[in-house]
């Protein structure tokens, strides 16, 4: 029989739409301002915490909508802002050594939905408001680390194979692989050293440059390798970063080969956020070396070894230049203020770490061990490549001596004052920065802004569907209508899939691609009415001119849509930010306008004519 769904189809089809709409509903809910508090490495929120945070709030009469605490976070939502800007200064002031406090947003979505897993749309940075930054890596300062760990590496297996050298020169460029050149006095040691050194070192390429030297690059495999290692960890710790502001859902991805994409939707606390990602604090513990006169060491008497160093007030040290442990073994710190009023940060380390530690301060006992503050600072210069100069800034913050063997736990000394060893802690306990990074963008968008542009993208779809919806109903008439109302249910297949899905986020360029969606849905039922016409002018009956509209329509509906979402999963794949939404809207919404288009409409069609004897259509 022409026209004609079987009960299962229509059933069905009202289900399908009976979800859509229950996960759409969540949208039509704002978002309540919050408080959210969690718990650092050691430290889990639990009902003791919320009592404490209860207290403190009644103490201070602010006035909160819900309190919660669930899977070790608590959230404290608030009618208005300055409610919640109060209730942050004051948490802020009371818990900020033991827990992470951060400004949020969260919808106000009724209990009842939130229970079966019913959320709004996940909001984009240019709707909901927040911070972007563009962060840039400097990678040649750990691949001079590296060649430097490599010259060190050579000239003592020379040495210990008795092949001597005259003297050693490097040269290094970001574009160009770090080379360093050795020297000999003959080429037949030269030879010597060569067989040598390539049997032992085979991530280095060693070859002879003129006739007394050899040349030592790394390969073009392991640069790429230890760039892409580089790049992934600084990932890593900008993610545990952004988790200490308290951050929800950020965007953090890879841009090129040395720079990195932050995006975090919702953040108000911008100039934190800045100090945080932008912090390059590490530290490095090393043996002084007392054996050395430090007036002998200023005139360039220090062995090859040592180093000079200086600390906080300006006095040189020596220290041994091998490093016992850096702040990459450091898993949790928490500063405080000890028996004799100074700052102090207790450092706890993982298993690897307390392994090296104990072994080396079992064997060490008596001699002094210093702590090294190392941080990168913007020198204000760029190179002649276009890259920000970072100059290194190195300070003597502790000299210990090694009383007994240590071994997870201990403590950092010598810090100017609890501000500063809040924010050491901090940057350690987040992680420590494979190499040195630098802010080179940063775009802030407010809330208002965010709201504003949601106000216009929600017009101009609204103008775009009435439009539409004017449109088809005054020259399709009750085809139109169909057709007006399969536009409306698109809408709501469109948001309610958005919901539904974790990854899908709702952008400015997101809410264009929606209204295009919504063109698209038009344009396939102007194709479907107009076929459906030309077959009646044709002389074919009615009920036969409705199935052979829709047959003959299918085939250019389906063809249309298949380019413009081959064009949307590359756009999708190839992407990132703003674009990379406008992608996800697209694909979503040229399924669901097909689905809509082609069963929908035809659905409430063979609803009001199918297996009827009609003479003449309102088309």
Same mark, same amino acid.
């Given at each position: 029989?022409?026209?004609?769904?079987?009960?299962?189809?229509?059933?069905?089809?009202?289900?399908?739409?009976?979800?859509?709409?229950?996960?759409?509903?969540?949208?039509?809910?704002?978002?309540?301002?919050?408080?959210?508090?969690?718990?650092?490495?050691?430290?889990?929120?639990?009902?003791?915490?919320?009592?404490?945070?209860?207290?403190?709030?009644?103490?201070?009469?602010?006035?909160?909508?819900?309190?919660?605490?669930?899977?070790?976070?608590?959230?404290?939502?608030?009618?208005?802002?300055?409610?919640?800007?109060? @209730?942050?200064?004051?948490?802020?002031?009371?818990?900020?050594?033991?827990?992470?406090?951060?400004?949020?947003?969260?919808?106000?979505?009724?209990?009842?939905?939130?229970?079966?897993?019913?959320?709004?749309?996940?909001?984009?940075?240019?709707?909901?408001?927040?911070?972007?930054?563009?962060?840039?890596?400097?990678?040649?300062?750990?691949?001079?680390?590296?060649?430097?760990?490599?010259?060190?590496?050579?000239?003592?297996?020379?040495?210990?194979?008795?092949?001597?050298?005259?003297?050693?020169?490097?040269?290094?460029?970001?574009?160009?692989?770090?080379?360093?050149?050795?020297?000999? @006095?003959?080429?037949?040691?030269?030879?010597?050293?060569?067989?040598?050194?390539?049997?032992?070192?085979?991530?280095?390429?060693?070859?002879?440059?003129?006739?007394?030297?050899?040349?030592?690059?790394?390969?073009?495999?392991?640069?790429?390798?230890?760039?892409?290692?580089?790049?992934?960890?600084?990932?890593?710790?900008?993610?545990?970063?952004?988790?200490?502001?308290?951050?929800?859902?950020?965007?953090?991805?890879?841009?090129?080969?040395?720079?990195?994409?932050?995006?975090?939707?919702?953040?108000?606390?911008?100039?934190?956020?800045?100090?945080?990602?932008?912090?390059?604090?590490?530290?490095?513990?090393?043996?002084?070396?007392?054996?050395?006169?430090?007036?002998?060491?200023?005139?360039?008497?220090?062995?090859?070894?040592?180093?000079?160093?200086?600390?906080?007030?300006?006095?040189?040290?020596?220290?041994?230049?091998?490093?016992?442990?850096?702040?990459?073994?450091?898993?949790?710190?928490?500063?405080?203020?000890?028996?004799?009023?100074?700052?102090?940060?207790?450092?706890?380390?993982?298993?690897?770490?307390?392994?090296?530690?104990?072994?080396?301060?079992?064997?060490?006992?008596?001699?002094?061990?210093?702590?090294?503050?190392?941080?990168?600072?913007?020198?204000?210069?760029?190179?002649?490549?276009?890259?920000?100069?970072?100059?290194?800034?190195?300070?003597?913050?502790?000299?210990?001596?090694?009383?007994?063997?240590?071994? +997870?736990?201990?403590?950092?000394?010598?810090?100017?004052?609890?501000?500063?060893?809040?924010?050491?802690?901090?940057?350690?306990?987040?992680?420590?920065?494979?190499?040195?990074?630098?802010?080179?963008?940063?775009?802030?968008?407010?809330?208002?802004?965010?709201?504003?542009?949601?106000?216009?993208?929600?017009?101009?779809?609204?103008?775009?569907?009435?439009?539409?919806?004017?449109?088809?109903?005054?020259?399709?008439?009750?085809?139109?209508?169909?057709?007006?109302?399969?536009?409306?249910?698109?809408?709501?297949?469109?948001?309610?899939?958005?919901?539904?899905?974790?990854?899908?986020?709702?952008?400015?360029?997101?809410?264009?691609?929606?209204?295009?969606?919504? @063109?698209? @849905?038009?344009?396939?039922?102007?194709?479907?009415?107009?076929?459906?016409?030309?077959?009646?002018?044709?002389?074919?009956?009615?009920?036969?001119?409705?199935?052979?509209?829709?047959?003959?329509?299918?085939?250019?509906?389906?063809?249309?849509?298949?380019?413009?979402?081959?064009?949307?999963?590359?756009?999708?794949?190839?992407?990132?930010?703003?674009?990379?939404?406008?992608?996800?809207?697209?694909?979503?919404?040229?399924?669901?306008?097909?689905?809509?288009?082609?069963?929908?409409?035809?659905?409430?069609?063979?609803?009001?004519?199918?297996?009827?004897?009609? +003479?003449?259509?309102?088309?």
């Amino acid at each position: 029989m022409l026209n004609h769904y079987p009960l299962w189809k229509y059933l069905a089809l009202i289900f399908l739409l009976f979800i859509s709409l229950l996960y759409a509903l969540p949208n039509l809910y704002g978002e309540d301002p919050a408080v959210q508090i969690t718990g650092t490495h050691n430290i889990i929120a639990n009902e003791t915490s919320l009592n404490q945070v209860r207290n403190l709030l009644e103490k201070e009469k602010i006035v909160s909508k819900a309190i919660t605490l669930k899977k070790g976070i608590i959230l404290i939502c608030f009618k208005d802002t300055d409610a919640q800007l109060h @209730a942050y200064e004051t948490l802020m002031v009371k818990l900020r050594d033991k827990y992470i406090i951060a400004l949020n947003l969260v919808p106000s979505t009724l209990s009842w939905l939130a229970k079966l897993g019913a959320r709004p749309i996940k909001l984009g940075l240019d709707l909901r408001g927040g911070v972007h930054f563009l962060i840039e890596v400097d990678m040649n300062s750990v691949l001079n680390k590296l060649q430097e760990q490599n010259i060190d590496s050579l000239c003592f297996a020379l040495r210990q194979k008795n092949i001597p050298y005259t003297s050693v020169s490097k040269f290094n460029n970001f574009y160009v692989n770090h080379s360093t050149t050795i020297n000999f @006095a003959n080429s037949t040691t030269r030879d010597v050293a060569i067989n040598y050194l390539s049997s032992h070192y085979n991530n280095l390429v060693i070859s002879k440059n003129g006739s007394q030297r050899l040349k030592v690059l790394m390969n073009n495999e392991y640069l790429r390798k230890i760039r892409r290692s580089i790049l992934q960890q600084n990932i890593s710790v900008l993610r545990n970063r952004v988790n200490q502001l308290g951050v929800t859902e950020p965007l953090i991805q890879r841009q090129g080969a040395n720079r990195i994409v932050i995006e975090l939707p919702g953040i108000q606390d911008m100039v934190r956020a800045k100090e945080i990602l932008g912090a390059t604090a590490t530290l490095e513990f090393r043996l002084q070396n007392t054996n050395v006169n430090v007036n002998a060491a200023m005139v360039g008497q220090v062995p090859s070894n040592s180093e000079v160093k200086n600390t906080r007030e300006g006095q040189p040290i020596i220290l041994y230049k091998r490093v016992i442990l850096t702040g990459n073994h450091i898993i949790n710190s928490t500063s405080i203020t000890n028996e004799y009023n100074q700052a102090q940060v207790n450092i706890l380390l993982d298993n690897e770490g307390g392994s090296i530690i104990s072994n080396f301060t079992k064997d060490n006992i008596g001699r002094p061990m210093a702590t090294l503050l190392i941080e990168y600072k913007n020198s204000g210069k760029k190179d002649t490549n276009g890259h920000i100069i970072l100059v290194r800034e190195e300070k003597v913050i502790n000299v210990a001596i090694i009383q007994s063997r240590l071994g +997870n736990n201990f403590c950092i000394t010598g810090i100017a004052n609890l501000v500063e060893a809040q924010q050491l802690s901090l940057l350690l306990r987040a992680g420590t920065l494979i190499a040195p990074i630098q802010i080179i963008e940063e775009r802030t968008i407010g809330p208002a802004l965010g709201v504003q542009n949601i106000t216009q993208g929600l017009t101009a779809c609204f103008c775009s569907l009435t439009t539409s919806i004017i449109f088809m109903v005054f020259y399709y008439r009750k085809f139109g209508l169909i057709a007006s109302s399969a536009l409306l249910i698109n809408l709501v297949l469109i948001v309610g899939t958005m919901s539904l899905l974790p990854g899908a986020t709702l952008t400015m360029p997101g809410i264009a691609g929606i209204v295009l969606t919504l @063109a698209v @849905a038009v344009d396939a039922n102007v194709l479907i009415n107009e076929r459906i016409k030309e077959e009646i002018s044709n002389g074919r009956s009615i009920q036969q001119a409705i199935h052979y509209g829709y047959k003959g329509a299918f085939s250019s509906i389906v063809d249309a849509n298949i380019i413009t979402l081959i064009t949307a999963i590359i756009l999708y794949t190839l992407t990132t930010g703003s674009i990379k939404g406008f992608a996800i809207a697209t694909i979503i919404g040229v399924l669901t306008s097909m689905f809509t288009t082609i069963v929908g409409t035809r659905a409430i069609v063979n609803l009001l004519y199918g297996g009827k004897r009609i +003479n003449r259509l309102s088309i």
